[in-house]
């Protein structure tokens, strides 16, 4: 969840994904339910296994993981217009 409960990112399994496991985010809308899931796409998903989203304290970051590794991102990108 981001800091300002905003967005929420998360790993799922979802018929028509990236990869084995791909990262999804769900935006706030006015009235508090959740948007649709959408796909973060190929900006950080592999054909791997992206998994254990986290966005920093301050907002900044997306964390996850990958291939056993420990990747990060600038949150910017998740309000672009692409999605």
Excluded at 22 to 32: I, S
Excluded at 58 to 72: A, E, N, P, Q, V
Excluded at 75 to 80: G, L, P, R, S, Y
């Amino acid at each position: 969840m981001a800091p300002d409960e905003r967005c929420i990112v998360f790993d799922s399994e979802r018929d028509g994904g990236l990869g084995l496991t791909d990262l999804y985010v769900c935006f706030r809308n006015a009235d508090g339910s959740w948007s649709q899931a959408l796909n973060l796409g190929n900006r950080v998903i592999s054909h791997d296994v992206e998994s254990i989203p986290h966005i920093t304290p301050d907002g900044r970051y997306l964390l996850f993981t990958s291939h056993r590794d420990i990747y990060w991102v600038r949150t910017e990108f998740i309000d672009a217009p692409w999605l």
